[in-house]
């Protein structure tokens, strides 16, 4: 696995199809996120249930249910990246599935769960440059009365995290937490999952859960720590899950170039060259949709060096599909870290992109990187309010550069939120 890990991110200093999370790279860095599983109801009992469980998502849930051990700011903070769900009535094997149900560029694995055969499939699948096709969200199906079931869905924080079995165990990671899954009595279950939250100040907060029937709510933070860091050490031995992809994958570009590509609208060069590298450099880790837009979030800026001007801050970047008037995010990331800019005598140039570390080296990394913006860069981080508005201005900002008849923008399980008034003379500046 550790070998696995430097491949991803010699990947993004390649600048190929993925970003690896939590390193440093020339050009090159990572996707992070919340890990989440759904998991499903019996299958007789999903007509009777559907619209109720819609209905609390709508109120309770930002984008997915929200496992025990995470809050609410982390899930609406971090990446948004969907588990396939699929329909698989009428399916008598997983062969029926894979022939039926699954669309080019999706993934199937079959392994082994415990003593359970799982059937898994993902929304789509990346080369991590050792010979395998990983995934970072999965459907997860079993034999049950002998036809498929589907036990639940994960999803893990990024391509710096591929879903890995060790020992018969499912792993699922981010930068905030890792959980160890199993199959019994025909569930999913969560054995183990250590989690870690940042108050305003950046001081980490740990906690842990198992399956084993204990009480840890009152668990001392350093204690869940070093289970923290023991789940990483197994998920980093562990083996990641190949998958096999229908098609080629070739068709997942179907849908690219269904609006303008976004370009940065703002009277500055400098912020041009920005927000060029951010799309280009973490745009890459994900499918194709109709529109890629970065959101910048800016802590600070150091210009005093024409060789090597510095931005602290959270950078981020979204899919979108057009569905009538409203940007429906597919996809996304977070990115906390800095951006290099040269000044040239040909213009501006990013000549590196540093992200910060992802788990129990998050703070330690964040401090390395940011330096004496380290507390401004925590202020900003923490205000998930402040970012929303950063990015829905610059969506606005995007509609109306190019005169599109979009209104709205809508997260899964959220309601759509109007888009303000843009303001392309002023925003930019005030970044």
């Known amino acids: 696995m550790k070998n696995r890990m430097v491949a991803l991110v010699i990947a993004g200093i390649m600048a190929t199809s993925l970003c690896a999370c939590g390193k440093t790279a020339e050009t090159g860095t990572d996707t992070q996120a919340e890990n989440t599983v759904q998991e499903e109801p019996a299958q007789e009992e999903v007509t009777d249930t559907t619209e109720a469980e819609a209905e609390e998502s709508s109120e309770e849930a930002p984008a997915e249910e929200i496992i025990e051990g995470t809050t609410e700011t982390e899930e609406t903070s971090e990446e948004i ?76 924080g990024g391509t710096a995290n591929p879903l890995a079995i060790k020992d018969g165990k499912l792993y699922v990671g981010t930068h905030h937490n890792m959980t160890k899954y199993t199959i ?25 859960t198992s399956d084993d029937g204990g009480d840890y709510s009152n668990m001392d933070s350093a204690e869940a720590e070093k289970i923290f ?22 068709a997942a570009a179907v849908t690219e ?12 060069v400098f912020y041009y060259e920005v927000y060029k590298a951010v799309i280009n450099e973490f745009g890459a ?9 970065p959101s910048i979030n800016i802590a600070a800026e150091d210009d005093s060096d024409p060789e090597d001007m510095r931005i602290y801050g959270d950078f981020c970047y979204f899919n979108y599909k057009l569905n009538g008037q409203t940007l429906e995010t597919q996809s996304g990331g977070s990115y906390p870290g800095c951006i290099h ?91």
């Open 257 to 268: 170039g269904a609006l303008p590509a976004y370009e940065y609208p703002g009277p500055e």
């Open 341 to 431: 800019v040269k000044n040239t005598d040909e213009g501006y140039e990013v000549t590196n992109i540093e992200v910060v570390a992802d788990g129990s080296d998050f703070d330690e990394s964040a401090k390395k990187i940011m330096g004496d913006h380290y507390d401004e860069f925590i202020k900003l981080f923490s205000d998930d309010e402040a970012k929303e508005q950063t990015r829905l201005q610059i969506i606005a900002n995007y509609v109306a550069a190019n005169g599109l008849n979009i209104t709205e923008v809508q997260d899964f399980g959220w309601d759509p939120v109007t888009l303000p008034e843009e303001n392309i003379d002023t925003f930019y500046s005030d970044l």
């Open 81 to 156: 990246f969907y588990a396939p769900d699929i329909d698989i009535s009428g399916c008598d094997t997983f062969t029926q599935i894979i022939d039926e149900k699954l669309t080019d560029g999706m993934g199937y694995a079959n392994e082994m769960l415990d003593q359970t055969d799982v059937f898994m499939v993902c929304s789509s699948a990346y080369d991590n440059l050792d010979g395998n096709m990983a995934a970072i969200d999965s459907a997860i199906f079993i034999y049950k009365d002998g036809v498929p079931f589907e036990v639940g869905r994960v999803e893990s």
């Open 229 to 250: 860091n023991q789940l990483y050490e197994e998920y980093f031995d562990a083996t990641v899950v190949n998958f096999s992809v229908v098609g080629g994958g070739e």
């Open 285 to 293: 880790g994900y499918d194709p949709a109709d529109v890629g837009i």
């Open 184 to 208: 019994t009595d025909d569930k999913l279950v969560v054995m183990e999952q250590a989690d870690v939250t940042y108050d305003a100040d950046g001081n980490g907060t740990y906690t842990y």
